[in-house]
């Protein structure tokens, strides 16, 4: 079964720290065997898919409401899930190199494996709500592994800031997900797909887009929500490659290709994610070369890959989406091993610097080639995939149709730019004269180059033949996303055009901004002042006035006077009520009194045991003035032929009573904390609820909208409960949870009481008397 094959990773994750304590440092590779056990499982399912099928694993979760636990797996949730658990085997047995000896390896693995499980559960959801959980779970387990290294200020800071941002948009994606089940009548991404005209229609379809947008766009760092992710890299490195190539961002543009098929091709949709995305390519690649970094080198070509995927979607064309998910496993295999790449020179030079490096291709030759080669695709270089994916990508912006000149000129540039990366993390390290790093330099265990070897192997095989992916995966995944058949065509070579110039004019312009790569940081420089007031300290400022504004609703609000909390919560009821009944809907008060003399009698006492303790000053005749008002409740309900009820409201009035005539002399002496101004309002508000409640009540009276529950109770409640009472069939029966709950808050109530009573303050010793004092003296 697929769900329990998935969501046993979170037992998986559960159970590692008893896996550590028998396998030892050996761990990371035991638990690899999980995804790569998935990825076989996978596999299997990639005949049926390639022929296009779309494989659906339901299991009921709550029958009664109608939801079930359904995963759906077609071309594009199969090449995400590939993605995922391929990639994240590598990662593992990379961490167990990279982390060997870490006193916090058991947290890794737990934060790990979960944040794994969730991403596999994102990308196979079928249901709106379901995804919105496993995205959820994704921000959570990214927090954890973003600020794995709690004791660095940064490292929380930036795992802070991550969740803030992702939380945000998953709060606008919530929303955005319910409108999208309102208007197309189904919580299903499989039969949403099919109502594509039904939903662009749709009087909701603006204000349903831009909720799902803002999530997608928070979690995949398009601009302006950019920012987060180069902060990121706070995280180990075996977090960042597994963050940045199969995971965590991808979640956004995976949402956005799920959709496609429903909300994509209008000009709101093309629009938005064209220009976003081509502006947050160039952000990305222009941001980057102005960092040594090597992480923030390689995060910000991450943003730039993010738009152009973006991008690619908003262009929408078949020649788009066959471009998108080509450069989405392009980028996934090179970005993949060029952060393990990152990981293994911090690991083993003790410094993440590129200027600071050089020379190392003679101590680490096979990084060295492993690095070349991940970066030439990265490069979008023949013969690697990439170039194949940046030649689409080319093709699409060429034909695209809003805005071409515009994305066109971005594109171009992040492209250049992009080359100049490439060459700063490929180059820079390993060639040029040898500079000295805080550690001596050596190649890196066999489990650490094993990833980034495989990925970058396989970024060479796929571009030699390309056939191997455009007639198999690549041609599932892009029917999913067009949402009809679609038929993938990759090669190398096709003649000399237009965007194989494109490529050759920005491989030249990359390589010299290569060349003259720090006098062009120098100049960049200077645009520092201006970056430093872009997004992120729009962030920070927000963050900043929440503060602010805490600290005076706290300091207002939350000052510490319990009047003051019930005049808040009562005003807000009467705004809330008032506005409905008095402002919305006028009070139809319809209702016919047949009352006698002994009842008059009975409610004035109840009026005036309530005005009596509100206004005495002596505790004791307060809880007799409330113990009469009780009473003179219990001998309403006998009067009006309830005297189950009657009895039970004598029992808890008079267990009331004696409590608080128990705990009475325990409570300080009454203090006046209030001015005659101030009791004066607090009447006002007070008489104010009391008409208001009294409205809704008499309003409700003479409104039958639906036909009464009681005759139900009264008929069901002797064949299905065997009670003739049915009051206490309600009880224990139909509100049987309810009552529970009343018993437990009882319960608590009664052990709070047990301890003020049992509580002895400490005494203070008594001041010394004068006579004493002169005695001493």
């Not at 391929?86 to 737990?110: Q, S």
């Not at 070897?453 to 599932?476: E, F, K, Y």
């Not at 004791?620 to 409201?649: C, E, H, N, R, W």
Request: net charge neutral.
């Amino acid at each position: 079964m697929m769900q329990l094959a998935v969501l046993s990773g979170f037992v998986l994750a559960a159970f590692s720290p008893l896996l550590h304590r028998w396998f030892g440092e050996r761990t990371s590779f035991v638990l690899a065997a999980f995804p790569a056990a998935l990825s076989l499982g996978f596999l299997s399912l990639m005949p049926a898919v390639m022929s296009g099928e779309t494989l659906t694993f339901g299991v009921e979760w709550v029958p009664s409401l109608g939801m079930s636990l359904t995963f759906v797996v077609d071309g594009l949730s199969l090449l995400f899930s590939l993605l995922i658990t391929v990639i994240g085997t590598f990662v593992l047995i990379y961490a167990g190199g990279y982390l060997k000896g870490h006193p916090d390896l058991v947290r890794f693995h737990i934060a790990l494996v979960a944040f794994m499980v969730s991403m596999l559960g994102l990308v196979l959801a079928d249901g709106l709500i379901t995804l919105f959980v496993f995205w959820e779970l994704t921000s959570i387990t990214s927090y954890l592994l973003i600020g794995f290294n709690h004791a660095d200020l940064e490292a929380r800071k930036s795992a802070r800031q991550g969740l803030f941002v992702t939380f945000g948009g998953g709060l606008a994606l919530m929303a955005g997900l319910v409108m999208l089940g309102i208007a197309g009548g189904s919580w299903s991404f499989a039969e949403l797909g099919t109502m594509g005209d039904v939903l662009r229609e749709h009087d909701l379809y603006a204000p349903l887009l831009i909720c799902l947008l803002l999530g997608a766009f928070t979690k995949s760092a398009q601009f302006p929500f950019h920012f987060w992710l180069p902060n990121a890299m706070a995280a180990p490195t075996p977090v960042s490659a597994y963050l940045h190539s199969a995971t965590m961002v991808k979640a956004g543009i995976y949402l956005m290709a799920r959709l496609q098929p429903s909300l994509g091709g209008t000009e709101m949709w093309v629009g938005i994610l064209s220009v976003v995305g081509a502006i947050t390519m160039f952000t990305g690649a222009f941001l980057a070369i102005r960092h040594t970094n090597i992480k923030k080198l390689l995060a910000y070509s991450t943003i730039m890959a993010l738009g152009t995927l973006t991008m690619l979607l908003g262009i929408g064309t078949e020649g788009a989406l066959i471009a998108f998910v080509t450069f989405l496993l392009a980028h996934s295999l090179y970005k993949g091993a060029l952060f393990m790449v990152a990981g293994i020179l911090d690991h083993e030079t003790g410094t993440k610097d590129v200027s600071a490096m050089g020379g190392l291709r003679s101590l680490m030759p096979v990084t060295a080639l492993v690095a070349m080669i991940a970066a030439l695709s990265l490069a979008g270089a023949p013969p690697l995939f990439g170039f194949i994916a940046k030649e689409l990508m080319f093709e699409s912006v060429l034909e695209a149709g809003a805005f071409r000149w515009l994305i066109l000129l971005l594109a171009f540039s992040a492209a250049f730019l992009t080359i100049a990366v490439a060459a700063i993390v490929a180059l820079r390290p390993f060639f040029g004269e040898r500079r000295s790093t805080p550690r001596v330099a050596h190649e890196a265990p066999v489990s650490m180059l094993l990833g980034p070897a495989v990925l970058a192997v396989l970024s060479l095989l796929l571009g030699l033949v390309p056939v191997l992916a455009g007639m198999g995966l690549l041609t599932a995944a892009a029917s999913a996303v067009m949402g009809e058949p679609v038929t993938v065509s990759l090669a190398l070579w096709h003649g000399i055009n237009l965007p194989l110039i494109m490529s050759l004019v920005s491989l030249v312009l990359g390589y010299v901004v290569f060349r003259h790569w720090d006098r062009v940081r120098a100049r960049l420089a200077r645009l520092d002042p201006l970056i430093a007031r872009g997004p992120e300290a729009g962030y920070e400022a927000f963050m900043h006035w929440i503060t602010v504004v805490s600290d005076w609703q706290t300091r207002i609000l939350q000052n510490g006077y319990m009047r003051n909390y019930l005049m808040v919560m009562v005003l807000t009821l009467i705004a809330l009520i008032g506005n409905s009944l008095l402002l919305r809907h006028s009070p139809e008060i319809a209702f016919h009194l047949d009352v006698r003399f002994h009842e008059v009698v009975v409610a004035a006492m109840m009026v005036m045991g309530a005005l009596f303790a509100a206004i005495t000053r002596s505790r004791l005749s307060a809880v007799v003035s409330v113990g009469i008002m009780g009473f003179s409740i219990a001998l309403i309900f006998i009067l009006f032929s309830a005297p189950d009820l009657g009895i039970t409201q004598l029992l808890v009035e008079t267990l009331t009573v004696i409590l608080l005539v128990l705990v009475l002399f325990r409570l300080p002496r009454f203090a006046s904390l209030s001015t005659p101004l101030e009791r004066v309002r607090d009447l006002l508000v007070a008489g104010t609820v009391g008409v208001l409640i009294t409205l809704l009540v008499l309003t409700a009276w003479g409104i039958d909208q639906f036909v009464p529950i009681s005759g139900y109770m009264i008929e069901n409640s002797v064949p299905l409960a065997h009670g003739r009472n049915i009051v206490n069939v309600i009880l224990v029966d139909y509100r049987a949870l309810d009552t529970l709950g009343e018993i437990f808050v009882l319960a608590l109530a009664a052990i709070g009481v047990i301890a003020m009573l049992k509580l002895r303050a400490a005494e203070k010793p008594k001041p010394a008397t004068k006579e004493k004092e002169s005695a001493d003296g």
